[in-house]
Every structure is written in structure tokens, then in C-alpha cells.
């Protein structure tokens, strides 16, 4: 079977939490989920001089789990859950907002460079309004091959298992390369996928991608040869076609009127999102929806 082509995603840029760069390439145009995965940031790396920082105010979201995976700084995290939970380098939160959640994101005064990746994960269907969680995963299976270094952040790959709970089939997959080097991965090929270059550059089966490409791939595909450059980290993620989702602004949603009343609710303040203790500024507000409502 013939191995399907890379189709080329360049993200684009914007700006969170008032300092911090973003370059976004899920969703797009071109691919609006890989999987279940639904939204993918590279945020970062940034340098804040001295006073500066990220710093995300209280905002909502439905439908999904969010997934940050650290790689430089520390960012504390706040919710309307009461959960209070400072992530390091390595380390992983998941956030599960089932029908509602609030929350805030804040680097540390000591945290003067920051990067990481921000994802979200698509909850299916039956659980648009489960009851919302966090937890937060500070060892993660880590192991070498060729010189390059692997963690898996979610699902089972070369032999390993990520303690990270999803509701769907997901790979998440960060492969560091200090010296360069080249590898082959087995892949599942049921699965779509997506490499994203954070750092350095990535040559795929003969095809060059520079940082902040993402080469997306549908399925059938069962192994990839990498090349890659000294320093290079990219992170690779996976899983079954799913369900389309709706998103607008902070919110998923399978229909519009879902999405239409979690706004309401939230600029109403309703009790669905909570507060989040401990943070006294201004909520954000959401944008006007882009659809009537019935």
C-alpha cells in the first residue's frame, strides 16, 4: 500500500496572555482535527524581560479537554474546580471541561522563557456534559532511540503507555533531537497524523519542513522516516477520524445552539462555569457569535 503524501499546514501567528507568541495550525482551513485533536498552539519560546510575563484571565470552555505540555518555564494554573496546580518542564495538565469550566494560566515572576504546546481533545458526543475534571502528570514514559529522545504524552507507542486518560483512540508523541539524527516510527495506520516542527528542521520521507510547519497525514500511512536537524523537537500527534465538533472562540460543541447557550451562560456569569478562586481581574468577555440564534 502506498504511503499517502504530507499535506503542508504553515501556521499562523497570534498573541496570548498579553506577551506570549502563538503559532497556530490546528485548526484551518485546510484541516479543521487530527483525530480527535482539535486545536494545537506552539506557543513560544518566548524571552520576558524583567515584570513580564503570560498572564491568561478567567475564560471558559465546553466540550473538550485541554492539554499543555511544558517545555520551558512554569506556568501556574487556576480553576473554578479550586484546583491550583504549578506545571514544570516535562510535566502535562489535562483539563476536562465536560459541560463547563473556568479557569486562568499565569507564568511565574521567576519564569523569564517560556514554550510549550497547547492542545485540545475533543470530547465524543456522549460526553458534552459530563462533569468537568483536572489532573495534572508530572512522569511520563520517556526512552532513547538513536540518539533521540521520546516521551509519550498520550496513548501506547513502541511498547509504552501513557498514564494520561483520553476518551478517544489519540497518540501524542514529543521527539527531541540535541545532535540530530534519524529514525523510523511504526505508526498506526488507522490513524491520521500530524508532526509539527517546534524546533530546528524535520526532512519526511525526502520532503523538507521548517519550524512552525505541520505535516498532516491520512491515514494509512504505517511508518515515517525522519531526518532531523541538530535541536530539532517536534511532536507528533494521532488518532481514529472522528466526529467534526463546532468551535467558537473557547467553546465545542456538536451544535450550534450548544455553543449559542454556553456563551449566554457565560456572559451572564452563571453558576455552569464557576469562579475562579483567587483571580480578581476581569473576566474575558466572548466574542459576538458568528450565527443567530433561534
Known amino acids: 500500500m502506498s504511503t499517502p503524501a504530507p499535506q503542508r499546514i504553515v501556521a499562523r501567528t497570534a498573541e496570548i496572555g498579553g506577551t506570549l507568541p502563538v503559532n497556530r495550525v490546528l485548526p484551518t482551513r485546510q484541516r479543521r482535527q487530527i483525530g480527535a485533536w482539535c486545536f494545537l498552539d506552539h506557543a513560544g519560546p518566548a524571552h520576558f524581560e524583567s515584570g513580564d510575563g503570560m498572564h491568561v484571565g478567567a475564560h471558559p470552555h465546553t466540550c473538550l479537554q485541554t492539554f499543555t505540555w511544558m517545555i520551558e518555564g512554569d506556568v501556574l494554573h487556576r480553576d473554578s474546580l479550586g484546583n491550583e496546580q504549578l506545571i514544570r518542564p516535562g510535566e502535562v495538565n489535562l483539563m476536562t471541561a465536560g459541560r463547563g469550566i473556568s479557569h486562568t494560566e499565569d507564568s511565574t515572576d521567576a519564569t523569564d522563557r517560556l514554550h510549550a504546546a497547547q492542545l485540545w481533545i475533543a470530547l465524543p ?29 498520550v496513548g501506547d507507542f513502541a511498547g509504552h503507555t501513557s498514564p494520561v486518560e483520553v476518551y478517544s483512540p489519540l497518540l501524542g508523541l514529543d521527539i527531541h ?86 456563551t449566554r451562560e457565560w456572559q451572564a456569569e452563571s453558576a455552569r462555569f464557576g469562579k475562579v478562586a483567587g483571580f480578581d481581574g476581569e473576566r474575558i468577555a466572548a466574542p459576538a457569535l458568528p450565527w443567530r440564534s433561534a
Open 177 to 262: 533531537s540535541p545532535s540530530g539524527g534519524e529514525c523510523e516510527l511504526t505508526l498506526n495506520p488507522a490513524f491520521e497524523h500530524g508532526l509539527l516542527v517546534m524546533e530546528g528542521e524535520l526532512e519526511l520521507d525526502g520532503e523538507r519542513f521548517a519550524e512552525n510547519e505541520l505535516a498532516a497525514l491520512d491515514p494509512g500511512t504505517s511508518t515515517l522516516h525522519l531526518t532531523l536537524t541538530p535541536g530539532s523537537r517536534l511532536i507528533l500527534i494521532g488518532g481514529e477520524p472522528a466526529e467534526k465538533v463546532l468551535m467558537f472562540w473557547n467553546f465545542v460543541g456538536y451544535s450550534r445552539e450548544y455553543i449559542i447557550e454556553a
Open 125 to 153: 458526543p456522549n460526553m458534552a456534559d459530563a462533569d468537568p475534571a483536572f489532573t495534572h502528570y508530572p512522569d511520563l514514559p520517556r526512552w532513547q532511540q538513536s540518539g533521540i529522545d521520546f516521551t509519550l504524552l
